[in-house]
């Protein structure tokens, strides 16, 4: 089925469906409960402290925790010049958004660039930190999701969700 308009926001609602994950016993989709992208965005939104995957130029992964705005469909967030995140996603774009909450998370597969942030973004930042998201203090990346997963914890085979865009 083709993307429909967002729930609120105009903007487009990625496409839904079952992962496949064999050896997971999940259900096929028409037997349990896909999660709506608006529960996605939800919990993107609300999420605190978020954990950013990245890769090494050496191809290791590198996990850390970031502050984070979801806002019009893209994640948001801030990095020393000289971390190592930032010099990893220079070098290769590819990186992974994850949730605080492990029990209901959204795991968000896209690539970053640097931008600077909209009025929008740094007053969403500075509401949820009283924090400036300031390009001064290092550089601002914005992630644009190209995959998400999203589940409940012990209903999983039934709510198990991947999201295209």
Known sequence: SEHQRGYNSG????????????????VPAEQGELLPW??????LSASHNYWI???????????MGV???????????????????????LTNAYCVICTENASQP??????ARQAAPTA??????????????DPAMGPIF???PKVAFGLIEYQMTKTATRWSF
């Open 38 to 43: 608006s529960w996605a965005e939800e919990r």
């Open 120 to 133: 929008s973004e740094a007053a969403l930042y500075r509401a949820k930190y009283q924090y400036d998201l």
């Open 67 to 89: 502050w984070g705005v979801w806002s019009e469909g893209e994640f948001w967030f801030s990095s020393g010049a000289e971390s190592l995140k930032t010099r990893n996603l």
């Open 11 to 26: 903007l487009m609602i990625p496409k839904a469906d079952r992962p496949h994950i064999p050896g997971y016993g999940f």
């Open 53 to 63: 995957s990245t890769v090494r130029a050496d191809g290791r992964p590198h996990c």
């Open 142 to 144: 914005v992630v644009t």
């Open 106 to 111: 959204v795991v968000l597969e896209g690539t």
